[in-house]
């Protein structure tokens, strides 16, 4: 399995390890500061505080990985990573090809 993500993301053994701790660092840290922001709000478990919270997420996990990364040296890695996410969910625009005139 990590040979797989070694060769599709074209990168080697120690650079892997990183990026899968980039990815679980910056996961808890936005599950922990999106609590921390519910509990500020202090809204009831319901319909609304879920919303809420998986919109936390949605915006809070791109930018904490991107920070997370930095300390790992991956920052490029995330932001290219992050870029293509946008494009395939249609919120970045796709990368135009550049005319040779």
């Given amino acids: 399995m990590f040979e797989k993500l ?9 650079q892997l390890t990183f990026i899968i701790c980039t990815f679980a660092i ?8 999106a609590k921390k922001i519910m509990n500020v709000l202090s809204l009831h478990e319901d ?3 879920a919303v809420i919270y998986i919109l936390l997420i949605t915006i809070l996990w ?3 990985v ?3 990364s930095i300390p790992f040296g991956q920052f ?3 932001l ?3 870029k293509k996410i946008g494009v395939k969910i249609g919120i970045s ?3 135009e090809p550049e005319e040779n005139t």
């Fill in 93 to 95: 625009p796709k990368k």
């Fill in 76 to 78: 490029r890695f995330f």
């Fill in 66 to 68: 991107l920070v997370v």
């Fill in 6 to 14: 070694q060769k599709k993301w074209k990168v080697n053994s120690w």
């Fill in 62 to 64: 791109p930018l904490a």
């Fill in 47 to 49: 319909w609304l505080w």
């Fill in 26 to 33: 910056g996961g808890s840290l936005t599950g922990f500061v």
């Fill in 80 to 82: 290219r990573y992050i």
